[in-house]
T-cell receptor
Framework: DTAVSQTPKYLVTQMGNDKSIKCEQN?????MYWYKQDSKKFLKIMFSYNNKELIINETVPNRFSPKSPDKAHLNLHINSLELGDSAVYFC?????????????FGPGTRLTVL | KNEVEQSPQNLTAQEGEFITINCSYSVGISALHWLQQHPGGGIVSLFM???GKKKHGRLIATINIQEKHSSLHITASHPRDSAVYIC??????????FGQGTRLTINP
């Protein structure tokens, strides 16, 4: 009964490939996020969705495309993977779009691009 | 310069010591979060506060909005407290901006 789950946990792939990371939350939250944690452990927001609507879209390359089929899922698809995409990607969720809500994080997906 | 600065970046202490981690920010915020990242990589939210002080077990978080500063304290530290502690500010619409983290190691 994991609150926020991500698959896969590890992803190793070659440059130029296309890959997806899936995220699901069973907390009944309306808002979901994708974060990237780089090799220096610095976290940065990539996207935020509220009720399947894109709310935050930071300066992320177009190769990254989030997809929210319903409010419990927010998947991340990455085209033409590059070496610099290697990082840990965290999904998170929170209650409806109101400032100051606690965010619940998934376990992370470690992406390694060779 | 990052909008959220934490100090120290690394902290090593002996079991039982009182720990303080500081966070300063330079932007307007609606709330401030303290997160804990375990050695295994998982991230857990410890506190969310917009004023005053909150306490949970041996952890205490304070914030001074006028001075744009927050502190996380750990009393009677234990080796299981070893983790990276991350300060994050909510600039509105839940857009979190993160500090670089403080790596805490508590030795037995």
């Amino acid at each position: 009964d994991t609150a926020v789950s991500q698959t896969p946990k590890y992803l190793v792939t070659q440059m130029g490939n296309d890959k997806s990371i899936k995220c699901e939350q069973n907390l009944g939250h309306d808002t979901m996020y994708w974060y990237k944690q780089d090799s220096k452990k610095f976290l940065k927001i990539m996207f935020s969705y509220n009720n399947k609507e894109l709310i935050i879209n930071e300066t992320v390359p177009n190769r990254f495309s989030p997809k929210s089929p319903d409010k419990a899922h927010l998947n991340l698809h990455i085209n033409s993977l590059e070496l610099g995409d290697s990082a840990v990607y965290f999904c998170a969720s929170s209650r409806p779009r109101t400032s100051g809500r606690t965010q619940y994080f998934g376990p992370g997906t470690r992406l390694t691009v060779l | 310069k990052n909008e959220v600065e934490q100090s120290p970046q690394n902290l090593t202490a002996q079991e039982g010591e009182f720990i303080t981690i500081n966070c300063s920010y330079s932007v307007g915020i609606s709330a401030l979060h303290w997160l804990q990242q375990h050695p295994g990589g998982g991230i857990v939210s410890l506190f969310m506060l917009s004023s005053g002080k909150k306490k949970h077990g041996r952890l205490i978080a304070t914030i001074n909005i006028q001075e744009k500063h927050s502190s996380l304290h750990i009393t009677a530290s234990h080796p299981r407290d070893s983790a990276v502690y991350i300060c994050a500010v909510d600039q509105g619409a839940q857009k979190l901006v993160f500090g670089q983290g403080t790596r805490l190691t508590i030795n037995p």
